[in-house]
């Protein structure tokens, strides 16, 4: 007999008068992100990035954040062994600041019995819980909107650029000001009104030979999930009946991007090939390999990131690889923020939802950023527990959507960013 399709299920559940309790929760975040390794936690520090220039970066989870593997030996064995489960990462690693896990799907329910008849009929409920644990999770809207702050430090030119201003004459005031003179112009205690009349004229002679006369603040959002179910290490969101039944241990830090040379890239190292790098395994061991840093504590107890493995020829009888720190493919560079605005993302493994370039400043004329990221769902819950991926009839489909923010002024200027997230969860029950 085929299964009844929505319409029907509709009428069915209006005849019986059940999954008539709509229950709508709210998801609100908001707060300033900052350039710098200063407002990353040590764990997430990108690794393979050229952090001359202040770079922006953060991300936060629809959801939850799923466990992966890194590039540790264990997890680049030919042989499946109990310790590739029980040493699988978070996959927050490597993308900077973490704004938060925003726990989209967890909904409370109130009876913990699908037996409707346990509540009666006149009984009020709250509409930010479920009825019964079996219903419909019906979408969730998600708004972003990022904005500049009206007070960003702006990178100040040098005292060499301001000194040639001066000397050639072209703004007015004494010539004469010092290098101290100019630091303490910055500082704010400069008292000598001559040299500070001589110095705001020199800025806005540099300001105007400036191409864009304002820093080029440029950002880029991602927002994705692996193609396949996931996997989270805690009996709430997952166990191990989904490793039976299949899901990706992909980890987006070492494979997200794509680089030049045909092999994946990430924050964390890179992801061997299975057709271009045969020759790492000459007994035919599947590729790909993870190659680069990976976040764990080493024989004297200090935890932090420390090398990975390298996959060689030959050099190791036993797995064909060595320790140590190669973060990314032979005829490729470190990654710049160049890259990272540009590089296209690895949709092999990755189903790409948003991949958007934005321009915000003075010389845009624009200040804010906004989107919308609606998910209609429509799919069958069947749980007491309040995070719905504890339900059984989820368990083909991903849910664990990760959102990348990056920014750069493209230049020594940093770069701040206020964000707000506001979303709402829907769900029906009986």
């Known amino acids: 007999m ?29 707060g300033v992100l900052k350039s710098g390794s200063a407002y990353w936690s040590d764990n997430v520090t990108p690794q393979t990035f050229d952090l001359t220039d202040p770079l922006l970066l953060a991300q936060f989870a629809l959801h939850e954040y ?21 040493n699988v990462v978070n996959t927050a690693q490597g993308f900077g600041k973490n704004i938060a896990e925003l726990r989209a799907l967890d909904v409370p329910c109130a009876l913990e019995s699908s037996n409707a008849a346990d509540r009666p009929d ?33 990178a100040h030119p040098s005292w060499a650029d301001i000194e040639f201003i001066l000397n050639n004459g072209t703004a007015d005031g004494d010539t ?30 540099y300001a105007r030979s400036h191409p864009m006369h304002t820093p080029h603040y440029e950002f880029r959002l991602i927002m994705f999930r692996n193609r396949v179910n996931t996997y989270r290490a805690t009996a709430a969101s997952n166990n191990l009946e989904a490793l039976r039944n299949g899901v990706s241990l992909l980890n987006p830090g070492y ?5 030049q040379t045909g092999r994946p890239r990430g924050p964390l190292g890179y992801r061997t090939s299975a057709k271009l790098d045969k020759n790492l395994d000459p007994n035919g061991a599947p590729a790909p390999y993870y190659s680069g840093v990976r976040w764990g504590t080493n024989s004297s107890g200090v935890t932090g990131f420390m090398d990975g493995v390298i996959p060689q020829t030959g050099a190791d009888t036993g ?17 710049t923020h160049r890259d990272l605005m540009t590089m296209p993302l690895n949709k ?14 003075q010389s845009q004329g624009k200040s804010h950023f906004e ?39 493209n230049g020594q200027d940093p770069v701040h960013l206020n964000y707000e997230i506001r979303g709402t969860t829907s769900c029906q029950s009986g």
């Open 348 to 361: 092999n493994d990755y189903v790409v939802m948003r991949d958007v370039r934005f321009f915000l400043g």
């Open 319 to 335: 797995h064909h690889y060595t320790q140590g720190q190669k973060l990314f493919p032979d005829g490729e560079a470190i990654l």
């Open 122 to 154: 006149d009984e009020w409920l709250p509409s930010t819980v479920r009825a019964t644990p079996d219903g419909f999770l019906k979408s969730l809207n998600l708004k972003l909107r990022l904005t500049l702050p009206t007070n960003i430090p702006v």
């Open 255 to 259: 494979d997200l991007f794509m680089g």
């Open 176 to 205: 004469s000001v010092s290098e101290t003179n100019y630091q303490d112009f910055w500082n704010g205690t400069l008292s000598e009104v001559a040299a500070s009349k001589s110095i705001k004229a020199a800025l806005d002679v």
């Open 66 to 86: 799923p466990h992966a593997w890194d590039a540790r030996g264990v997890h680049n064995n030919d042989q499946l062994e109990a310790a590739d489960f029980e």
């Open 371 to 409: 989107d919308v990221f609606d998910f209609d769902f429509n799919d069958q819950i069947n749980t007491a527990d309040a995070d719905l991926l504890s339900s059984d009839t989820l368990a083909d489909k991903n849910y664990r959507w990760h959102c990348v923010l990056i920014g750069t002024s």
């Open 2 to 30: 085929a299964p009844f399709n929505t319409n029907q299920v509709k009428y069915i559940q209006a005849v019986a008068g059940r999954q008539q309790h709509s229950t709508l929760t709210a998801i609100n975040k908001s």
